[in-house]
DNA sequence: CTGTTAGCGCATTCAA
DNA sequence: TTGAATGCGCTAACAG
């Protein structure tokens, strides 16, 4: 890649041909049509005192007959070039959990008088930098984002200059930076343990990607609590699989065909969790099963699962980052959003009888 | 509300006290590294030719030794104010499906150097305005919305400064816009067809918000199928409940306990489709069934749904933004997007025997 | 091929 | 209480 590369800006495909009919009215053409100058508008508009009654009143007439509205862009170029924008990075948007953290992001900025661009980097590393540095390039406020990339090290000038970071769901890497996370290895050793005391020992865990922090820490702690109970190797039970390998769905079916199949599965997440019920059917009462994250019609179908409100993921990180953005000082901060296990049947089941 | 309050921009609560410990380099700070004016390095910065190979180089090595990044905001200040951002405008950010239509927006927009601001109005009709025209106030550059408000006539003055809007899901009402909704009419119409075929006649629809035009229009497409086999009143078997009413599955247990139940049931939207669901437990086979949107597990569970592809709603919808930003004359479209049943089982029951 | 001038819309500094 | 000058960062239009 050239430099020259590195310095083109976002492709200007569109022409800016927009022709306006009629263009916007700006703080001098509302002091010609008052009498008085732009800047005295100026302060009306800004309502920043030192304005006599009377011609408040005569610009504020002609503001409203010019349909007068105050250029954000120009009055942030004044002071340092920002937006009232933060951006918020997703790998894949058409992810149910991370538009719920959207949700939760987008209201928290609002409250603040703060817009959100969603971006997507369609879950390619290599697009993240480039994503990112368009953002900027736009002179967002602030950065949101679940790291895909495997080191955010070239954020660090950004940093630098004031920008605040906020990762979601995964810490940063290279890069020291304020993060969101949810307990995963504690919440799903815990779960493991409760399989464990309802007499299971051989528990699958199923999950994908393999690659993902959040799922390390899930397997981690599943590996932890069977180690506990003193089952040192789970790795017949352990799936994990990569992008293009077997889906959920058929590493369930797969693990059922076992000479000695697990009595217990956990899935290590949403995604995960609907391969389980697909390959299920109708037999919930074949095993015990508990999911990471909760999903649509869990309820409905009796499966017990590991749950938080990621709209909570979301509104925490946009705190963090309003709190960055007037008092830069301090050190990083980590987050971590509680979970909670909710019992509906399906992860209370017994070890079957016969076994 | 005084005129005053109409000019408030945006709360500003946030201070701009950014103290940057370092600030950003600009046209002229590399200009002055590299002993050429900020013209050249604009011209090398923009790649727009007339300048050497050695002038261009030097630039270049500058412009990267400063880590000089171009300010977007300036560049299109100058060009008449207006940012690389168009604004897509929900009524609730926590419904899945328009999480669907929103990704499939940004990815169109992406492709054309576009980014998406994702604005909510909290389904409340009186918020509609503000959150727009703070948008407009950020000087996005075309809307994309689902209207909620009653009437859209305060874009009026908006659309004839150039601003493209294009309504998604419903039409915009006193405003000539694009928009781009489904053939809610027809594909309700024929899915009530089919069940007449299959010997139905006593038909339910449940839906709500009974308001909103989409499920106007399924209302109005169940009940003309039903007149075309001679059931002139389908009103006992018709739920369209209100904000704060029962809910879905409290209509269908409802209409379960009927002296005369019915013995199929449309859901007029994904939330309908839920609630039925959640109200007949483990009973699919008790009556056909058919929603209107698919839905997660809605293939596990066999059943029939009215499909259409949510992000072709917003790729359509972003493509007319487009269209419109490059040549602003043609009259307004009105795209319709394509519906299809998919067959799975609980559409293709039958009227049970003792009926 | 390169530089100068000017101005986008606004708000800060200083004067009146 | 009001206004004039100035500059934010960038790029058209026009020199040279």
Redesign the interface.
């Known amino acids: 890649m050239t ?2 590369t ?19 009215a700006t703080l001098a053409d509302v002091g010609r049509l008052a009498g008085v100058s732009s800047k005295t508008v100026s302060r ?2 800004l ?1 920043s005192g030192n304005v006599s009654k009377d011609t408040r009143d005569k610009v ?1 007439a002609a ?2 007959s010019l ?11 004044r ?7 933060v951006a918020f990075i997703i790998g894949d ?2 992810n ?1 959990f991370y ?2 953290v ?2 939760g992001i ?2 928290e900025l ?1 409250r ?9 980097t369609d879950d390619d590393p290599a697009s993240e930098e480039r994503v990112v ?7 967002v406020r602030a950065l949101l984002m679940v790291p895909i990339a495997a080191d955010q090290g070239y954020l660090e ?1 950004e940093r ?3 920008t605040p970071v906020v990762c979601i769901d995964r810490p940063a890497r290279n890069l020291i930076a304020d993060s969101v996370v949810l307990g995963s290895f504690e919440a799903t050793a815990e779960a493991v343990r409760g399989l464990i005391r309802a007499g299971h020992r051989r528990i699958a865990f199923v999950c994908s990607p393999a690659a993902l922090y959040t799922h390390q820490e899930r397997l981690r702690g599943y590996r932890q609590a069977l180690r506990e109970a003193g089952v040192l190797d789970s790795s017949p039970w352990e799936r994990l699989e990569n992008p293009g390998g077997p889906t959920a769905e058929e590493s369930v079916r797969d693990l059922l065909a076992m000479s000695e199949p697990p009595t217990a599965i956990i899935a290590g997440n949403n995604h995960a969790s ?1 391969g389980v ?2 390959a299920l ?2 037999h919930f009462d074949r095993l015990a099963f508990i999911g990471f994250d909760d ?3 869990a ?2 179908l009796g499966i017990s699962v590991i749950a938080y409100d990621p ?1 909570e993921l979301g509104r925490r990180a946009a705190q963090l980052v ?1 709190a960055r ?4 000082i301090g050190p990083p901060q980590q987050i971590e959003i509680a979970t909670h296990l909710i019992h509906r049947g399906s992860g209370e089941l017994l070890v079957p009888r016969d076994q």
Chains 1, 2 share one sequence.
């Open positions: 430099s020259q590195e310095l083109q800006p976002a492709p200007e495909r569109l022409q800016v041909t927009t022709l306006q009919p009629q263009s916007r009306v508009v309502d504020l503001a409203r349909r007068f509205r105050p250029n954000h862009l120009a009055r942030n170029l002071h340092g070039s920002v937006t009232n924008t948007l058409t149910p538009f719920l959207a949700a987008e209201r609002a603040h008088g703060l817009m959100m661009i969603l971006a997507a540095q368009n953002l900027l390039d736009q002179r000038g630098q200059l004031g609907l019920v697909r059917g109708n999903f649509e019609l309820d409905a709209a309003i953005l007037n008092d830069l």
